[in-house]
């Protein structure tokens, strides 16, 4: 069996659902994950928000946020399973990047040098003698 990835759910729910309704429509996502091997972690609900365009005879939605562990092999099952979901409108499952610990910034290297920041008579005279156009020519 392959390793679980990290992934999230983002979907809408009919907004005619009172708030006993839309708890049940995420306990039925959470239930359709756990039932395709996978592990819910993290609820977000959104709330009603205004659609870009109709769905489903439908201008608003109730948005949630889901994050969920499961195998790559199984995220189809759970595709089909959220298309037949009456109470869901639109849905997008995405997986999250890799976390890897060693995405800290590590130091410059010892031999580097930043070069001095303000200016003194030699820092304005070398920017002169670039920009002069006569190439070795003193």
Known sequence: MAPLRDYEVLYIVRPDLDDDKVQDAVKRVNTLIERA????????????????????????????????????????ELESALKITEEVLRHLIVRKPEKTGTTAATPPPAEVVPAPVGGGESARQGAADTTSGDRGER
């Open 37 to 76: 091997g996978g592990n819910a972690d993290h609820t977000n609900l959104w709330g009603k928000r205004k659609l870009a365009y109709e769905v489903k005879h439908q201008k608003e939605g109730i948005y949630v946020l889901q994050d969920f562990q499961i195998g790559p092999e199984r995220v189809p």
